[in-house]
């Protein structure tokens, strides 16, 4: 059984950064696909980031470019994302996924969810 559990959300003022983890259950995990993704109320979700198995692809949205970073520790089956320069309009619940590897690489969709951690920022 694959599980995903968030942590380190919370509300902070604009300009803050905050730091979130994403601890996996037993799984193979390090040949997985690994992605934040944000839902804010009355909006889509939204992928924020991904990185790939081995760490040394990563992809981020527009908007969180130069402000966020993913990372990867395979040892200790933990995600990340470091979020800096907070801005009001990252406000969101935070969701952690994982997918694995295909033959082209990170797939479009995730099976394997988090249930989330609540981001506030505040103006």
Do not use: H
């Amino acid at each position: 059984q694959v599980r995903l559990v968030e942590s380190g959300g919370g509300s902070v003022q604009a300009g803050g950064s905050l730091r979130l983890s994403c601890a996996a259950s037993e799984y193979t995990y390090s040949s997985s696909c690994m992605g934040w993704f944000r839902q804010a109320p009355g909006k889509e979700r939204e992928k924020v980031a991904v990185i790939t198995p081995g760490g040394g692809i990563t992809y981020y949205a527009d908007s969180v470019k130069g402000r966020f970073t993913i990372s990867r520790d395979n040892a200790k089956n933990l995600l990340y994302l470091q979020m800096s320069s907070l801005k009001p309009e990252d406000t969101a619940v935070y969701y952690c996924a994982a997918e694995p590897l295909r033959y082209f690489g990170c797939p479009g969709t995730y099976t394997y969810w988090g249930q989330g951690t609540q981001v506030t920022v505040s103006s």
